[in-house]
């Protein structure tokens, strides 16, 4: 069955570093645009950052840019969101999705916890 799973998640202090993976299983992430969201308790689920299949552009909440980067390895069908000088105010549940067309995979989530 066709899925994504993240992982990478856990627990850092703050100003530290976190590459989260988003790796696709039984389906291949080459055509789909994947977006990252998080969703911290008692909050909505918010965009973080999302890459274009087609031209491989990216876009970043502005909370975000300057921290976190995006990519994508077709080869190793994973998309990656590396986040660094993380706050307190960035622990959530980080959450894959992939988009190709009406075809839409979320993950399970991973949890982010960035704590002294």
């Known amino acids: 069955q066709a899925h994504v799973v993240e992982s990478g998640g856990g627990l850092v202090q703050p100003g530290g570093s976190l590459r989260l993976s988003c790796a696709a299983s039984?389906?291949?992430?080459?055509?789909?645009?994947i977006a990252w969201f998080r969703q911290a308790p008692g909050k909505e689920r918010e965009g973080v950052s999302r890459?274009?299949?087609?031209?491989?552009?990216?876009d970043y909440a502005d909370s975000m840019k300057g921290r976190f980067t995006i990519s994508r390895d077709n080869a190793k069908n994973t998309v990656y969101l590396q986040m660094d000088s993380l706050k307190p105010e960035d622990t959530a549940v980080y959450y894959c999705?992939?988009?190709?067309?009406?075809?839409?995979?979320w993950g399970q989530g991973t949890q982010v916890t960035v704590s002294s």
């Open positions: 039984g389906f291949t992430l080459d055509g789909y645009s």
């Open positions: 999705k992939a988009t190709y067309w009406s075809t839409v995979y």
């Open positions: 890459i274009n299949d087609v031209d491989g552009s990216t």
